[in-house]
């Protein structure tokens, strides 16, 4: 455990050491700023249905930063380590692979969840200033939020598995990048192809972020998504194991 | 402390090493010298569990390499070649982080640190990020990294590499002063330092072991490669006939500068035929300047064994 930890440490504290995460944060701080106003602005000026909450968490603002942002943090995970030869000593320290495999999620994961501590603050903002809530309840916080660890833990372990194929990062970030925008559209292909019969739209669905979040950013906490992506995550873990192993043979 | 049986590594078919058999006993200081591509790295990459063979085993403190890697591995300090560091790190984090990685206990993660930095002479750079230190000072990080754990065994891939002369003596005497308690394996193309530090020498050539002894043994082995040196004026006489007609001198080169003229004399093994040089020299009355015997060096030697053609 303690071996984990002190892996772990280094993994959250190298993102700090590089210029990546200041370029990711401020990117990312900016976008969701930008979105926050964007929607506040909107709903000043005509009667809706939803709330702020729900609108910051479903525009295409918010899309458009979150498939961008998983490249940028997984891509050098492995693929520098293999590109820099550190990779040597590290794997000939006495630590298990699995140690290093989970250490690199897990400091991405904590790295993606810093990413969203400011705009939780907008709400509170939002909050004292206006007087009103932001959100229906406090469940559509926890929904979004929750909704947010799902969808980051599995993009972030399709990031890790991409980052393991090679030594060159952009490789790793292309590869990444086509995997979960891939996945992205293929939940928005039942609202563009209509004919469709519903079992294949239904199947679809499973995979459709954009749904997913719309119900938990209402506070409704459906448990297939929840099994949905911690499965997938934990086989994408297992996959990025696998490659991980492999490559010892194919030095 | 290592044992290596008929281990084999091949690269898409190509074999890197082939079949090799040797053992490093308690508290000996092994060379590993070869040509390079003759399979030093390979070899010590499996050593330290960073690949598997293809066929063979080798065991490290009775650990299989490969069935019980993590324990081979506590038991191993291992340099790689080039030393890859992580550059956004300051020295003593990055000694701390690999303590904690090799186990060391908590309570004496400080004191290890301490004294391996002690050792090596990082104290003025404990600050530093890892990324502006110079070659030496890098290399000395991954001996302090290999060092933390007080393994029983260290494998150095070329520890001296890209040092200047100053800094290959210190890393010299470091390893000396190691081989007291550690036992060492060490690859190397500076043939006159395993001379210097090795107890015993493995001669590697196109993946397979050509020679495995102590140096002395080596330099006793190796045939022809005894020279003398003989620098005179010989009036109007050729020189090189007379020296030639000695019993023992095999070959004889001249090298001309003005009246003076040097010989390089090629003799078979085991003879001294500076006495016989004295007694012609006299005779003929050539004014000697300069009369040697060229010994042996472990360079004769492998260059004899990696590349009969050029000997």
New interface residues.
């Given amino acids: 455990m303690r071996k984990f930890y002190a892996l772990l440490s280094r993994e959250v504290r190298s993102y700090f050491h590089s210029p990546i995460a200041y370029i990711v944060l401020i990117f990312f701080l900016l976008i969701s700023g930008v979105d926050f106003y964007f929607q506040v602005s909107f709903m000043n000026q005509r009667q809706v249905q939803y709330t702020v909450q729900e609108a910051f968490f479903n525009s295409v603002f918010f899309w458009f930063a979150f498939v961008l942002i998983f490249p940028l943090i997984t891509m050098r995970l492995f693929a520098e380590e293999f590109k820099l030869g550190t990779i040597e000593p590290l794997m000939t320290a006495p630590v298990r692979d699995w140690q290093v495999v989970l250490s690199k999620f897990f400091g991405a994961l904590v790295f993606y969840l810093i990413l969203w501590v400011p705009p939780a603050f907008y709400f509170i903002i939002f909050q004292q200033i206006t007087g009103q809530p932001a959100a229906h309840s406090a469940g559509a916080y926890s929904g979004s939020y929750l909704m947010l660890l799902l969808l980051g833990m599995f993009y972030l372990s399709i990031g890790c598995f991409a980052s393991v194929l090679t030594k060159n990062q952009i490789i790793a970030a292309v590869i990444s990048f086509c995997a979960i925008t891939l996945l992205f559209f293929l939940g928005l292909v039942q609202f563009i192809l209509l004919d469709v019969s519903s079992a294949t739209r239904d199947l679809l669905g499973y995979f459709s972020a954009i749904e997913h979040m719309g119900t938990f950013s209402r506070g409704v906490i459906d448990t297939r998504p929840i099994v949905f992506y911690v499965t997938m995550t934990i086989v994408m873990l297992a996959l990025t194991h696998r490659a991980f192993q492999s490559r010892k043979w194919r030095l | 402390m290592i044992k290596v049986e008929n281990l084999t590594k091949r690269y898409a078919g190509q074999p890197a090493i082939q079949d090799l058999n040797f053992e490093v006993g308690q508290g000996e200081i092994m060379g590993f010298l070869g040509p390079n591509g003759a399979g030093k790295t390979t070899t010590m ?1 499996i050593l ?5 063979p293809t066929s063979g085993r080798a065991t490290i403190a009775g650990f299989d390499v490969f069935e019980q890697s ?2 081979a ?2 038991h ?1 300090g ?1 340099m ?1 070649e ?1 030393v ?6 300051r020295v003593t984090e990055y000694l701390d ?2 303590a ?4 060391v206990p ?1 309570r004496r993660v400080a004191e290890r640190v301490g004294d391996v930095r002690e050792l090596c002479g990082l104290k003025e750079v404990e600050k530093k990020l890892i990324g502006t230190l110079s070659k030496g000072y890098r290399q000395r990080v ?1 001996l302090a ?1 290999a060092l933390l754990h007080e393994p029983d065994l260290l494998i150095l891939d070329e520890p001296t590499i890209g040092l200047d002369p100053n800094q290959i003596r210190q890393v010299r005497e470091l390893i000396k002063n190691l081989g007291k308690q550690h036992t060492i394996l060490l690859s190397t193309h500076i043939l006159p330092e395993v001379e210097m530090t090795c107890s015993r020498v493995i001669i590697i050539h196109k993946g397979r072991i050509e020679a495995c002894d102590t140096p002395e043994n080596l330099l006793g082995k190796i045939r022809q490669v005894g020279g003398v040196v003989l620098e005179a004026k010989v009036g109007p006489d050729n020189g090189a006939e007379e020296l030639k007609k000695i019993s023992g001198v095999r070959n004889v080169i001249v090298d001309a500068d003005g009246d003076w003229k040097l010989f390089s004399l090629r003799v078979e093994s085991g003879a001294d035929v500076r006495e016989e040089i004295f007694r012609l020299a006299t005779a003929r009355h050539w004014i000697v300047r300069e009369l040697t015997q060229r010994r042996a060096t472990l360079e004769d030697v492998f260059v004899e064994l990696t590349h009969p053609d050029t000997v």
Avoid: I, W
Wanted: charged share 20%; aromatic share 14%.
């Fill in positions: 990459r330290a569990s960073f690949m598997p993590l324990q591995r506590a191993l291992y790689p080039h890859p560091l992580y550059s956004d790190m982080y690999r904690a990685l090799k186990g908590h991954g990294d």
